[in-house]
């Protein structure tokens, strides 16, 4: 069964550092999101991206976070200055055609 | 008033047990009704879809939405161990043709399945 893949699976940083979280999404689908769990806490929206740009962002989602799909397979997001508050577990989720949301296992981001 | 309500638990069931897991929310733009399941440490599974108000059923697995109360709810029946996770309701509201599909989670229930 096709699956939404995420590397790593631990990442662990100094704050202040840039860090690139990077997922494969399933791969007939054509919308591509980010998400993020702080323990204890909701899934929380971060961006959505179709069609080659960021069609919609949370507040969260400020100038510190970037997505790309640099080719046809894979999804990143990066934060440039990680702060102790980045400290979460980031999802990465892809969607074909409807609200049917497909999520990979997480990245547990810990920064130190 | 938060958007979308869930009472966290833990929730305790002997196995067998039919189990009943709710939702409220405030948003009436909300139409898309989802149910996840998460393991420890895992990504959220998609378990359940529904639209419109009324029972959607798939196996063990019911989910309820009354639109106008603003309450969803999941029943499990025959709960068996495997079934211990935490259960996640998610909305979304229509497709505003933005290109996006934003869904709001609840908080989450952890429900644990005693042999």
């Known amino acids: 069964e096709p699956e939404v893949t995420q590397t790593p699976s631990h990442q662990v940083t100094q704050m202040g550092q840039e860090v690139i979280l990077r997922c494969v999404p399933i791969s007939n689908h054509l919308y591509f999101y980010w998400y993020r769990q702080i323990l204890g806490q909701k899934v929380e929206f971060l961006v959505s991206?179709?069609?080659?740009?960021?069609?919609?962002k949370s507040e969260i989602f400020d100038d510190q976070f970037s997505v790309e799909r640099p080719d046809g397979s894979n999804f990143t997001l990066k934060i440039r200055s990680t702060k102790l508050e980045d400290s979460a577990m980031y999802f990465c989720a892809s969607s074909l055609t409807d609200e049917k949301l497909f999520f990979g296992s997480g990245t547990q981001l810990s920064v130190l | 008033q938060k958007e979308v309500e869930q009472d966290p638990g833990p929730l305790s069931v002997p196995e067998g047990a039919i189990v009943s897991l709710n939702c409220t929310y405030s948003n009436s733009a909300f139409q898309y009704f989802m149910w996840y399941r998460q393991y420890s440490r895992k990504g959220p599974e998609l378990l359940m879809y529904?639209?419109?108000?009324g029972n959607k059923e798939d196996g063990r697995f019911t989910a309820q939405v009354d639109k106008s109360s603003k309450y969803i709810s999941l029943f499990i029946r025959d709960s068996q161990p495997s079934d211990s996770a935490t259960y996640l309701c998610?909305?979304?509201?229509?497709?505003?043709?933005?290109?996006?599909?934003?869904?709001?989670f609840g908080k989450g229930t952890k429900l644990s399945v005693i042999p």
């Open positions: 998610a909305m979304s509201p229509a497709y505003s043709g933005a290109g996006s599909y934003q869904l709001t």
């Open positions: 529904t639209y419109s108000s």
């Open positions: 991206f179709y069609n080659n740009e960021i069609s919609e």
